[in-house]
Antibody
Framework: VQLQQSGPGLVKPSQTLSLTCAISGDSVSSNSAAWNWIRQSPSRGLEWLGRTYYRSKWYNDYAVSVKSRITISPDTSMNQFSLQLSSVTPEDTAVYYC???????????????WGRGTTVTVSS | DIQMTQSPSSLSASVGDRVIITCRASQNISNYLNWYQQKPGKAPKVLIYAASSLQSGVPSRFSGSGSGTDFTLTISSLQPEDLATYYCQQSYIIPLTFGGGTKVEI
């Protein structure tokens, strides 16, 4: 499985940050994986933002800290998923990663494949 | 949210040393604990999942133990390529949360 990230590295304050993660070697509709966005900054460390996954229907989970501003969407035709974060401020400056979360039969789960990361700067 | 606390935040050790990193969860997470290694400029990479299961391809000098709230990552014989920051992460409940990291210097 490989994840290829794309999207702009510079976003103006109050605008919407948009990133895409293309999946190869697996399906975004997999019943045993979940597709996540995580960001990393010196001030916040590693911060999980949210995920989308398919279990007979689509589900999303989001971190409370960004819940009012975030949308993670699957695109089954392109086998990818995207992140949209609205009303960004300089505090949203970070390296953004996409990652696949594999769920074991025991119920434990872990992020086994990560994208290379996209450095996003929020600045005018 | 479950808080994950790692110690130490950094350490310096010599090649061949045994290194132990600890992680404490703010509540019982059973064995829903993963360890990641992050090298400078790279994405994190899973080393240990479910507290003690070694991810395929990871050297056997890495091991994990613990259950409930207290966990450890052990590097049995530190190698130069182990220069990295190590993170624990709980997968017991959403939101997934990470420890603050332990930077290992050689």
């Amino acid at each position: 499985v490989q994840l290829q990230q794309s999207g702009p590295g510079l976003v103006k304050p109050s605008q919407t940050l948009s990133l895409t993660c293309a999946i190869s070697g697996d399906s975004v509709s997999s019943n045993s994986a979940a597709w996540n966005w995580i960001r990393q900054s010196p001030s916040r460390g590693l911060e999980w933002l949210g995920r989308t996954y398919y279990r007979s229907k689509w589900y999303n989970d989001y971190a409370v800290s960004v819940k009012s501003r975030i949308t993670i969407s699957p695109d089954t035709s392109m086998n990818q998923f995207s992140l949209q974060l609205s009303s960004v401020t300089p505090e949203d400056t970070a390296v953004y990663y996409c990652a696949s979360l594999v769920v074991e039969v025991t119920g434990t789960s872990y992020m086994d494949v990560w994208g290379r990361g996209t450095t996003v700067t929020v600045s005018s | 949210d479950i808080q994950m606390t790692q110690s130490p935040s950094s350490l310096s050790a010599s090649v061949g040393d045994r290194v132990i990193i600890t992680c404490r969860a703010s509540q019982n997470i059973s064995n829903y604990l993963n360890w990641y290694q992050q090298k400078p400029g790279k994405a994190p990479k899973v080393l240990i999942y479910a507290a003690s299961s070694l991810q395929s391809g990871v050297p056997s000098r890495f091991s994990g133990s613990g259950s409930g709230t207290d966990f450890t990552l052990t590097i049995s014989s530190l190698q130069p390529e182990d220069l990295a920051t190590y993170y624990c992460q709980q997968s017991y409940i959403i939101p997934l949360t990470f420890g603050g990291g332990t930077k290992v210097e050689i």
